[in-house]
């Protein structure tokens, strides 16, 4: 039986991230999914790191290829996904454990084709420390994307499972 959502991670350069972002998928409070990791031809241990996941967790899968690009990367997730819904994130970031969850029931609820949801991005440097909130969105092709709700509407629905 296919997984519900198929989560497509390009990975590049990303050792140092990579541990916080697979480990925050294999968290989730939602289960039905699969892992897809594709090794954008990382120089680094990024390849290795996935390929370690991979040997201790049936649900991820991993996909080397020579370097070409985030977008290259995607697509080899999307050819060989199997999840009713596809969910891109990136080696840098993480989730939170009901996110699948929450997402899952919204797309459900609605009949939606694309989510796009509130984010938060930290930046630390020695001279920096920033913290900056992103604004999205979620709608259906159904509604000729014309008619959008608010990303804040989510947010509060994830809140509200922590």
């Not at 480990?23 to 790191?49: H, M, N, R, Y």
């Not at 049936?58 to 999307?78: E, M, P, Y």
């Not at 900056?132 to 804040?152: F, L």
Request: aromatic share 12%; glycine share 4%; charged share 30%.
């Amino acid at each position: 039986m296919n997984p519900k959502i198929s989560v497509i991670v390009p990975v590049y350069k990303a050792e140092k991230y990579l541990h916080r972002c697979v480990d925050s998928i294999l968290a989730q409070t939602f289960t039905d999914f699969e892992v897809l990791l594709i090794d954008d031809g990382s120089p680094d241990k990024s390849g290795q790191i996935c390929d370690e996941y991979a040997a201790n967790d049936s649900q991820i899968k991993v996909i080397h290829q020579k370097n070409a690009g985030q977008a290259a990367a995607r697509n080899a997730g999307l050819a060989v996904a199997k999840g009713e819904y596809v969910y891109f994130l990136d080696s840098d970031d993480y989730i939170l454990e009901n996110t699948m969850e929450v997402l899952y029931e919204e797309a459900s609820k609605y009949n939606l084709d694309n989510i796009y949801f509130d984010a938060e991005s930290f930046f630390e440097t020695e001279d920096l420390k920033e913290e900056m909130a992103v604004y999205v969105d979620y709608y259906t092709r159904k509604e000729d994307y014309s008619q959008v709700v608010s990303g804040v509407e989510m947010l509060k629905k994830m809140d509200e499972h922590n």
